[in-house]
């Protein structure tokens, strides 16, 4: 088998290839471990890597699997985005406030899939903090799109899309407060997926906005994503809005039968202002959907065009609380030689964090503010009940709902980086998901002029089987999902 | 000019619960710095509060202690300012919905009377960290034991109208509070932290007056001091013109002056929103009255009953019911000896003296109830005088057994035999020819004096031992039959 066979292959085949003893962990994780080191330069799509320690669990796990002990993900290598706490392994956050920070404790996703026998190669980039959609606004430099390196890989998850289409990992985590799961899934080609608000325990995920965080895979297939996010979710008591219901197993009920599926169509989402190239490409993929047995219907979600401004105000004031802990007291940057306590948290804050972090805090901090929070934050959080409800009208009509996972293909570097409104526009189709709390899902659905765009599916409450299942069938009957990017120029 | 002082009070009650509110690390008191504090009262990023039941149960106790309504969804609320103590940079508390509302709390005067305070609402927060500016050179310390404490923070309506009226009811809360055994109260570690709001105005006038709030108050004898101080100082500005500033200020009890906190520390815009880490706190009937089951009897209910089951008096029922240990204390001594009132008065009197010569508390008592009781039962049948009691009290307190043990080794009983006493009696009188002259040629006021002298004889022969009650009988027979 080659190195390039390997590199590409789904979690799904890797298991089956560990458990027949064709591969063993160690040499898959050498060969991830190769191409990282290959193509990274280039790519910048990881922070941190830590080889030995890989190898020391790969070898752990050949171990048990020679022995008949394997759990669902033994020896399966896997990139962590550096947003989850990893105890002895540097978390960043993309953040220069957090160079240097390593970790006592692992996150709840982290110790979970160590459990099932992971084996963790190292940290993602990502944006400063979660905030963006590009992978601009990194400490650590951008991350560039393997399909093109002149373009972005989307964000914030951009450096775990980047390195699974790259063929570092056959599977990275990823976390979505607006988008940061299925927009670079979309600009990358690959399949990401964003469960339930409190399907998957927060707890030692760094907060960006804590009511809509929530961590997620992104792998090769849907049918990886549905093992990959059986091994995350699950009732945490160290996270009280983590939902106290049974996990079933995705994997093995994913059912690739669609007959009678209800797929919603927002009027709102399929209007004028989108790209005539994005809607072709995602109608295809409904259509698909439609020939496996799916109805689609067109439905309405009324307030969609409040969904930005809704978020951009709650997602900021959360966040300007949030990261209010970074003051150079206790752990992370700390500026040279404060001459006071005012001077030390000015400094420190304002030489730790980048400008769209800043920005947020400032917007967020805004919004709180005595004689505003009524018309901003308290207004937003009425609003967002109001977008919710929309969903679960619509949801007594449909089962999914489908749409675009971004308004594009990847962008060039600096496109949108001095508009911020045109950079939060990425979002637009993916924002009001996480207002509402709900399972969102981006599948490859082909290529517009040689990159990747996604169809986005929108589950109901807990109900990420569903997506799951349609992807999983969309997944059988194309192969968008196959597409990879071009690797011999980047690896030279 | 008739100044009125009008004030309401805020108290921040550290509840005495086994962890922090929103963390595993131990509450406890007087660990070495930063021993108490793991990642999550640090504010380690990615940590997540988890809410301690203990808290949420003892504030619904308090809630129901004072007759309050217990909110059936309270949510916590982020608080936020920088402070270096303040790991997160802001604090977890409840602003838009406590979980204890409206409430009336019926604080006892020294004369008995009832006096209602209009309590406002009670709601549940973190306590900070302490910074610690005298250990190192130049550099202060932050100590996180503190941070993540659980707080009920008591607020009232201004409903003060002198710092009498303020101590008695400070007194009465930490009463409630220790009966309820939801916190030990003790102000001198900063389980009890009352800030004041007070301002001035004239006598018979409706409208309040421009108040100022005086922060962290640690005791009783402080809090009438600072308000004292604060009444001169609002007066004389008042008096001579001036304006008050709203402001808070600190009370220095050196120089018993009260001072400005410097603005900057004070003027915050805390922008106060619903903490998204937590659920809100949803409570039904079934657990209000799950929790009600548990209270104990409190202290307006146990001072009725002492005073109409025991008659003790008003005065007596108010100065040993506060004390839940000494109240149970007492009431096994009744249990013992039958005797209400004599406990009463051995508890609040030689007992108390003890106790507070030896800075011990009633629990750490040397003498148990059931001792005292037994010390009581041979005073009440004669055996003991009240003078030969206090022997025995004194014999007791050095752990020299029990009153029997204690009367039989020292041979202390007390001579009530009257052959034994009669012959003692005509001995001293036969022995006092002068004395008897003298107390037979005096008038009945003087003669009452004069019959101490063979007292103190008959006393001394007996060793102290006599009856006090038969000699002074037998006494006065044998002398007035002497003319």
Not at chain 2, 442 to 449: G, T
Request: glycine content about 8%; charged content about 20%.
């Amino acid at each position: 088998m080659t190195d390039s066979t390997l590199l590409h292959a789904s979690v799904s085949h890797l298991r089956q290839l560990l458990k027949d003893r064709a591969v063993s962990s160690e040499e898959l994780t050498q060969a991830c471990l190769k191409q990282i080191d290959e193509t990274n330069e280039a790519l910048n799509a990881v922070i941190t890597v830590c080889p030995e320690q890989a190898l020391e669990s790969a070898r752990a796990a050949d171990s048990a699997l020679a022995k008949g002990e394997s759990k669902s993900l033994t020896g399966i290598p896997l990139l962590h985005k550096d947003i989850f706490c990893t105890r002895g392994v540097r978390t960043t956050c993309g953040s220069r406030m957090l160079e240097q920070f390593v970790p006592a404790y692992d996150a709840t996703v982290v110790s979970k899939m160590k459990a099932e026998g992971v084996v963790m190669l190292g940290k993602c980039n990502m944006d400063e903090f979660a905030m963006g959609s590009s992978n601009e606004t990194s400490f650590f430099g951008t991350v560039k799109n393997p399909w093109d390196l002149s373009c972005v890989p989307g964000g914030s998850s951009g450096g775990s899309a980047a390195a699974l289409a790259t063929g570092m990992a056959p599977l990275v985590t990823g976390t979505d407060t607006g988008g940061s799961i299925r927009q670079p899934a979309s600009l990358c080609g690959v399949t990401g997926l964003k469960p339930t608000y409190g399907r998957v325990s927060r707890l030692g995920i760094i907060a960006f906005a804590s009511s809509l965080d929530q961590a997620g895979p992104m792998a090769r297939t849907a049918e990886d994503c549905a093992l990959a996010l059986t091994a995350m979710a699950g009732m945490d008591d160290g996270d009280s809005t983590s939902a106290n219901l049974p996990v079933p197993d995705f994997h093995s009920a994913l059912n690739p039968n669609l007959q009678g599926l209800r797929i919603g169509l927002p009027r709102e989402y399929f209007n004028d202002d989108l790209n005539t190239d994005v809607r072709a490409r995602v109608m295809a993929a409904l259509s698909e959907l439609e020939k496996a047995g799916a109805s689609l219907i067109d439905i309405d979600l009324p307030h969609s065009h409040y969904a930005i401004a809704t978020y951009y105000v709650i997602a900021p004031a959360e966040a300007s609380a949030n990261l209010a802990r970074y003051d150079g007291v206790r752990f992370g940057y700390r500026c040279e030689q404060p001459s006071d306590l005012e001077d030390l948290y000015q400094r420190s804050r304002s030489e730790g964090f980048g400008e769209e972090v800043q920005r947020r805090i400032l917007v967020g901090t805004y919004a709180l503010s005595a004689g505003f929070y009524d018309a901003y934050f308290n207004k937003a959080q009425q609003v967002r009940r109001v977008i919710t409800e929309d969903f679960r009208r619509a949801f007594e009509q449909v089962d999914v709902i489908a749409g675009p996972s971004a308004p594009g293909v990847a962008f060039p570097f600096g496109a949108k980086q001095q508009d911020p409104i045109a950079m939060y526009m990425e979002d637009i189709y993916t924002l009001a998901v996480n207002l509402a709390g709900l399972p969102g899902l981006s599948t490859p659905a082909g290529l517009i002029n040689g990159m990747p765009v996604g169809l986005q599916l929108i589950g109901k409450p807990f109900d990420e089987q569903t997506i799951l299942n349609a992807a999983h069938r969309l997944q059988i009957d194309t192969d968008w999902h196959s597409a990879r990017p071009n690797l011999e120029t980047i690896a030279s | 000019m008739n100044w009125e002082i009008v004030m309401g009070l805020e108290v921040h009650l550290q509840l005495a619960t086994q962890s922090k509110i929103f963390s595993g690390s131990s509450a406890q008191f007087g660990a070495a710095p930063n021993e108490q504090a793991d990642a999550v009262d640090l504010g380690m990023p990615g940590m997540l509060p988890v809410l301690n039941e203990q808290a949420v149960r003892y504030a619904v106790k308090f809630g129901l202690g004072i007759g309050a309504r217990i909110g059936d969804r309270s949510v916590f609320d982020r608080k936020n300012y920088f402070y270096p103590d303040l790991p997160k940079g802001y604090q977890v508390s409840q602003f838009f919905s406590p979980i204890v509302c409206e409430g009336m709390f019926e604080v006892p005067l020294e004369d008995g009377t009832l006096f209602p305070i209009r309590i406002t609402r009670a709601h549940l927060e973190e306590d900070a960290g302490k910074s610690v500016h005298d250990v190192f050179q130049q550099e202060t310390g932050i100590d996180l034991n503190r941070a993540g404490t659980p707080l009920l923070e008591i607020v009232t309506e201004p409903d003060f109208r002198s710092a009498e009226q303020a101590v008695a009811y400070l007194k009465a809360l930490h009463s409630l509070v220790t009966y309820l055994g939801i916190s030990d109260g003790n102000m001198s570690e900063g389980s009890m932290r009352c800030d004041i709001n007070v301002s001035l105005r004239e006598k018979g006038s409706q409208t309040l007056g421009t108040r100022t709030e005086i922060k962290n108050v640690n005791s009783f004898r402080f809090v009438e001091r600072a308000i004292h101080s604060e009444y001169e100082r609002q007066a004389d500005i008042l008096e001579s013109g001036g304006t008050i500033t709203q402001e808070t200020r600190l009370y220095d009890a050196e120089q018993n002056v009260t001072r400005s906190m410097r603005s900057k520390e004070v003027a915050n815009d805390y922008r106060y929103f619903p903490e998204p880490d937590l659920l809100p706190i949803v409570i039904d009937s079934d657990y209000i009255e799950a929790v009600r089951a548990t209270l104990p009897e409190l202290p307006g209910a146990k001072r009725t009953r002492f005073t109409s089951d025991y008659g003790l008096s008003e005065y007596d029922a108010a100065l040993i019911v506060p004390h839940h240990a000494m109240a149970d204390y007492f009431e096994a001594v009744v249990q013992f000896c039958k005797a209400p009132k004599p406990a009463a008065n051995w508890i609040l009197g030689d007992l108390s003296g003890a106790l507070n010569r030896n800075e011990m508390g009633i629990e750490e008592s040397p003498i148990t109830p059931e001792r005292l009781a037994g010390l009581i039962v041979r005073i009440e049948d004669g055996t003991l005088s009240s003078k030969l009691a206090k022997q025995v009290f004194d014999a007791m307190w050095e752990g020299e057994g029990d009153t029997d043990e204690i009367v039989a080794t020292r041979g202390l009983k007390q001579v009530s035999d009257s052959g034994a006493l009669e012959a003692m009696v005509d001995e001293v009188i036969a022995n006092s020819p002068d004395q008897v002259t003298q107390y037979l040629a005096a008038d009945e006021a003087k003669r009452k004096k004069l019959s101490g002298f063979f007292v103190g004889q008959v006393m001394k022969a007996s060793k102290g031992q006599a009856n006090p009650q038969m000699l002074n009988a037998l006494l006065l027979e044998k002398l007035n039959n002497q003319s």
